[in-house]
């Protein structure tokens, strides 16, 4: 039973187009995350969900815009796509707790949403 | 803010051989630290973390990382390198409301 899952897997269109990718968890965790892998593999955090409410908002184009409908999920919905945007989207959740040891929380991630912007 | 440097973008080991994945970090306060390994078109996986207590940790496959405060580094090591430890690596960093993590060192470990 897959913890974290992302859909879709693979996501081709063409520039200017608006597209979606899902994510759901069933983890029972409080926050989840987007992170987007360029080609060189770099890794950098988009987005952060705690319980629905956005916790961390990076330099990211407003063209990106997350949706938390319930703690569970964390859609990603992208404007008016650039070539530039063509990477591999990662979702990933862990549970938050406060006190010593708060960041020490664990990431689960899903297996990736390659988009190509064509 | 925190960063994560990882100074090699490969590394190459002959199996059998010890293996060495460097780290190093910059974080305000106490730093929490993670290895994460990833296959091939996978998410990353979670290898090991340290928080406090003994500077070294034991993680999944055999891997251990060794955190030293006074070279602000947190090198992942392995005995003994298998063919299937053939990965990308990643060491991060937690410090305010996120994981930051390092550009990643893909580690080749060969026959």
């Known amino acids: 039973d897959t913890a974290v899952s992302q859909t879709p897997k693979y996501l081709v269109t063409q520039m200017g187009n608006d597209k979606s990718i899902k994510c759901e968890q069933n983890l029972g965790h409080d926050t989840m995350y987007w992170y987007k892998q360029d080609s060189k593999k770099f890794l950098k955090i988009m987005f952060s969900?705690?319980?629905?409410?956005?916790?961390i908002n990076e330099t990211v184009p407003n063209r990106f815009s997350p949706k938390s409908p319930d703690k569970a999920h964390l859609n990603l919905h992208i404007n008016s796509l650039e070539l530039g945007d063509s990477a591999v989207y990662f979702c990933a959740s862990s549970q938050r707790t406060s006190g010593r040891g708060s960041g020490a929380n664990v990431l689960t991630f899903g297996a990736g949403s390659r988009l190509t912007v064509l | 803010a925190q960063s994560v440097a990882q100074p090699e973008d490969q590394v190459n080991v002959a199996e059998g051989n010890p293996l060495t994945v460097k780290c190093t970090y910059s974080?305000?306060?106490?730093?929490?630290l993670f290895w994460y390994v990833q296959y091939p078109n996978r998410g990353l996986q979670f290898l090991l973390k340290y928080i406090t207590g003994d500077n070294l940790v034991k993680g999944s496959y055999g891997f251990e990382a060794e955190f030293n405060k006074s070279q602000t580094s947190f090198h992942l090591k392995k005995p003994s390198a298998l063919v299937s430890d053939s990965a990308l690596y990643f060491c991060a960093a937690h410090g305010g409301n996120d994981m930051r993590f390092g550009a990643g060192t893909r580690l080749t470990v060969k026959p």
């Open positions: 969900y705690n319980n629905k409410e956005l916790i």
């Open positions: 974080v305000s306060g106490n730093p929490y």
